[in-house]
């Protein structure tokens, strides 16, 4: 089957007018996401997305179209035939490689072609993209990924040889994933832009819903910082698990003190503390935090797989952040994964973000069922934002992700949202830029 | 004064046509730019670029479009007398942020802004860059980097106390500058796609302009490496130097065996030997391959100065290859340079593309006049490209750069290649694609 249409929509959501998703560095996030849709001359489609926060959306739709015609035209047998060929096809092209490489906004356009391959490859075959790969035979699985520039951690063979390895017990662990699913943590109680009565609230509602891990935001004045981390321990007692996420607010040495002025509350980690491409820096932190307990937690701003690599080999990430976007998509997650396996990281996907939850949810449980072949110390990030906007958002019950059941990779926005959340002109937008409840910064300036 | 217009556009030069700049990852480059050009109220200019090689440019035309209400409407005086807080504007527009940060198209696009700051700044003070930065005093000069996420390895205290402790002779670097240049090396005569006859007529006529550091392309198979390599040892001898660039073809074990393939030959360097984000493999191939005398340069493609920070730190890089473009511009480029003093790196800068030559021939004399004090073990990159579309070229004299004596960053294009390289419709661009000389292959795909 050729791929004869691809269509990108820039869907944005206005988050920033009730401070959802504020931290210590974006203070008025839109959530957002360049939507692909990809069409076979039959009808079949795939639905693919990646995560942005507002501004800015309008140049990874741009890089979306760049990359188009490597798409457009090419047969999906010979795509999911040999697919880390095509992956590589995508991200080392001659010319456009240059604006990258394999970083930014070149990398998170292609996230949202690769997501929506997979998706269309798992409703062809009829099954969620977590099922898709967990039957997948070690062979074709390897197949997708393409392994440069990570051969000195990890090769195919080795890749093969861990998944044979798990080959039992694989029918066990997914009927205990059907039946119980897999752990999830909440941020939804602590940006950074909701008042401290909010906070309770939230806390309240959470425990209540069964919740026993909750993260919040940090890095604004150290006092702020220790009284929402005081108010939130005591919410939530001394049993429960807390962390807390600074957003890449400080540096080196500022992260290490401010960690340890907040050490008495116990946060099991410090998620993005400094620059997300500060693998050394990391070190440094994870070294000066060990002593009192507190992991280093980073990845959903982890530019690829090279440095990903970098920080699971310096042992400067404690708790490997995936995200679903950020990088090139199922097939470059995957490979992280079985680095991670490899110096025994466990993986706590980043899933605060439109569509995230509903993708990472499939590769964590592969990694449960395949890979890792446990739950223990993972967990994975839970955000009730705009998941009444999929057509089959993530099930979150009693604080567990439900296994997906249908076919795809839970990625497909309702029609009527793609209509009017489109931006500037869906009706949503129109209205409130019409009402002057929402002003872009961008207005009144001509280019 | 106000800058009140912003003008973007996207020039190319057809230059795979001829294979000129063509390497083992970028088989077929077209040289180009994203050109910026800001204009104030009262008539002053700024014209900046950032390089870019043909598909992709389109892209960092968007971002400069998506940054631009940043930089119109604000005040020259408020930006140069503040510049850090300025670049930190640009760089952590809490939105924008999220597609970067700090790296890949975004970060193309805000050099080019930047760069053309730098070059309107310079124009109003009536002085080459070099000069302006020459002639500030240190405290002014620190006020224009932003040290976020560097403090661990240079403050702006330290930052400071270099320059003032090479406050004496400044003059007589100045004299020995203007009367001497400075040692550039060729890139001009080993482009993976020109053929051997060509490599080979190119070297004899670099020697004979006085030339004694020549660099070719590897990355090809191991023989063709070797012939390439033999040939041009063969025609420069051994009192010249060599070095040689494989452009991040290799894994990091290749990397290593290849070199030790043609250790041989005695390069100076190899550069680019693998993934530009890999610090801990770069450091793994320095360790290799100094017994061999040979060192490793990188740079062109580092993304921002917290991976410069982390190739000094760790000992990863031997010769530190700034480019002018893909980091922030000119303040950021800066930071690097204090970085590599604190840790007795030489710089030796990238100029391999439209416009580079021109603007870090700036940037390198001003270390040399202020920072290292020295041009030993130090060279810039020279390539005869392009350099005729431009008002105030680069000139290099018998293998040295002439210190340039115009006002500006040297960026300044001519109008009529302006018009006639604006890409699809500029005159050259309309004749090739009509004529069927040059193809697009995203010719044909719509969406």
Redesign the interface.
């Known amino acids: 089957m050729k791929i004869s249409n ?3 929509k820039d869907i944005r959501f206005p988050t920033s007018l009730e401070a959802h998703g504020s931290d210590a ?6 959530y957002s996401c360049a939507y692909v849709v990809l069409r076979c001359d039959e009808g079949t489609q795939g639905y693919g997305l990646t995560f ?9 739709v ?5 990359l ?2 490597l798409v ?2 090419k047969d999906t047998t010979e795509i999911f035939s040999n697919f880390a060929a095509f992956w590589r096809s995508l991200t ?17 356009a292609t996230a949202a072609i690769v997501n929506a391959l997979w998706d269309m490859w798992a409703r062809m075959e009829g099954k969620p993209v977590w099922k898709l790969l967990a039957d997948m035979d070690p062979e074709t699985l390897v197949s997708t990924i393409d392994f ?5 951690v990890v090769t195919k063979e080795e890749a093969l040889q861990f998944l044979r390895e798990m080959q039992d017990g694989k029918a066990e662990r997914e009927a205990k994933l059907i039946s119980d699913g897999y752990p999830a943590y909440t941020t939804q109680v602590g940006w950074s832009g909701y008042p401290m009565e909010k906070v309770k609230s939230l806390c309240e509602k959470y425990i209540a819903s069964g919740f026993d891990s909750f993260k919040i935001k940090v890095g604004q004045t150290l006092d702020e910082d220790i009284r929402r981390c005081r108010m939130v321990r005591n919410l939530i007692g001394w049993d429960n698990k807390l962390m807390v996420d600074a957003n ?1 607010v400080w ?4 992260a290490i003190e401010r960690m340890k002025a907040l050490a008495e509350f116990k946060p099991l980690w410090i998620e993005e503390p ?8 990391h070190l ?1 932190i994870s070294k000066a935090l060990k002593p009192l307990g507190i992991g280093v937690a980073t990845g959903e ?1 982890c ?2 797989r ?2 990903f ?2 920080f699971l ?2 042992g400067a990430m404690q708790y490997c952040q995936i995200d679903s976007c950020r990088i090139g998509g199922v097939n470059e997650v995957l490979a992280v994964y079985f680095m991670a396996k490899k110096f025994r990281v466990p993986v706590c996907p980043h899933a605060g973000g439109v569509g995230l939850s509903e993708m990472v949810q499939h590769l964590q449980m592969f990694d449960y069922v395949c890979l890792s072949g446990t739950m223990e110390g993972r967990v994975i990030e839970s955000v009730d934002q705009q998941q009444e906007h999929f057509e089959h958002p993530a099930i979150v019950k009693k604080s567990r992700y439900m296994a997906p059941i249908n076919p795809g990779y839970s990625t497909y926005l309702k029609q009527k949202t793609v209509e009017e959340h489109e931006y500037p002109c869906g009706r949503v937008w129109k209205e409130l830029i019409q009402s002057g409840r929402w002003k872009s ?3 009144n ?1 001509r ?1």
Chains 1, 2 share one sequence.
């Open positions: 691809l269509t990108v560095m974006h203070s008025d996030p839109d942005t926060i507002g501004r800015g959306t309008e140049i990874v741009q890089a979306v179209k760049s188009a015609h457009i035209g080392s092209e001659s010319q456009l490689r240059w604006v990258g490489p394999e970083k930014g906004v070149l990398h998170l440069r520039y990570i051969t000195d890449q540096d080196v040495e500022e400094t620059s997300p491409d500060d693998v050394l820096g440094a701003m530019c690829n090279v440095l690599k970098q080999q310096a910064p961008a207005d300036v280019v």
